[in-house]
């Protein structure tokens, strides 16, 4: 194995695995890693807190630094409180878009059935809130016990892994891609380096992709999304001033039909 490789493995198993790209690296861990190794400061890594930015200040032989901080309240083992993300699952209209938006799998459910997240396996890293056409997602501490070191390397690992076959899992779905899409397509590459160099990974094949373009959307389909649009916004308005149950029926199956449609015109 190459030294530069070598070096940015030993970065990689100090940070999380939460893949929140809150350093400022989308892809996750890794490539900061990567970055890291190459001379970004080492102290970027939010939810790993202090305790990760020294780690990383000792391994690199570096001075340490004040890691960037987080918006939760710092935890009694120096990094920020974890966080998990519940769905409220009442409100749920089964569009799936939180379930590849998830960097580690933990949500499950299909198409137009209500999801839920498996909580022991959610890091709390956010990436599902923000597609959610709903806004049916909830952030909530994690009032379980600070894990001991073993535990916590133990999860970190099985986190990456999750990872990285959510990556393989992504990169087939891009050869016929029939569910939404809601997030710029992962660099591959150097994670299916990594497993080259590294067998203890789950292996990440780069596939061909073909070279197939995307026709704009029909002049019919333009016209349903904005008809729906504008009877969700109408319904919206009306159960802002007064609650309904048929209304908020017709407003949820009027924003699974909005979904679907912008889901078949991509
Ligand atoms: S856990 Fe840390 S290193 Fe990993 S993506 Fe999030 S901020 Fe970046
Ligand atoms: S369920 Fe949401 S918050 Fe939890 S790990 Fe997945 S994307 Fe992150
Ligand atoms: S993105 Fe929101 S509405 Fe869609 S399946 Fe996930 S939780 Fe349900």
């Excluded at 998990?84 to 569009?95: P, Q, V």
Aim: charged share 25%; aromatic share 2%; hydrophobic share 35%.
């Amino acid at each position: 194995m190459n030294l530069q490789i070598s070096l940015i493995q030993q970065i990689d198993v100090l940070l999380p695995q939460t893949q929140c790209g809150l350093c400022g690296h989308r892809d996750g861990c890794l490539p900061y890693a990567k970055s890291i190794a190459e001379g970004e400061a080492a102290n970027k890594c939010i939810p790993g807190g202090q305790p990760v930015a020294d780690a990383l200040a000792h391994l690199l032989n570096r001075e340490k630094l004040i890691a960037e901080q987080s918006v939760w309240p710092i935890q009694a083992d120096g990094r920020p409180q974890r966080m998990k993300a519940i769905i409220r699952e009442d409100e749920c209209i089964g569009c799936t878009k939180c379930i590849s938006a998830c960097p580690v799998d933990a949500i499950i459910g299909s198409g137009k059935l209500m999801h839920t997240i498996l909580t022991d396996l959610c890091t709390g890293c956010e990436l599902c809130i923000p597609p959610c056409p709903v806004d049916c997602i909830d952030l909530i501490e994690d009032i379980r016990s600070i894990p001991t070191e073993n535990i916590r390397i133990a999860e970190e690992n099985d986190l990456r892994n999750r990872y990285y076959a959510h990556i393989q899992r992504e990169e087939k779905r891009q050869i016929n891609r029939k569910g939404p899409v809601v997030r710029a397509a992962i660099d591959s590459e150097l994670f299916s380096q990594m497993t080259q160099e590294n067998k203890a990974l789950p292996s990440i094949e780069m596939l061909q992709k073909s070279e197939t373009i995307s026709s704009p959307i029909d002049a019919k389909t333009t016209i349903e999304l904005a008809k729906l649009r504008t009877q969700i916004k109408k319904l919206e308005k009306q159960l802002s001033v007064r609650t309904d149950d048929k209304k908020q029926q017709q407003l949820h199956d009027l924003q699974l039909q909005l979904s679907v449609l912008q889901d078949e015109s991509l």
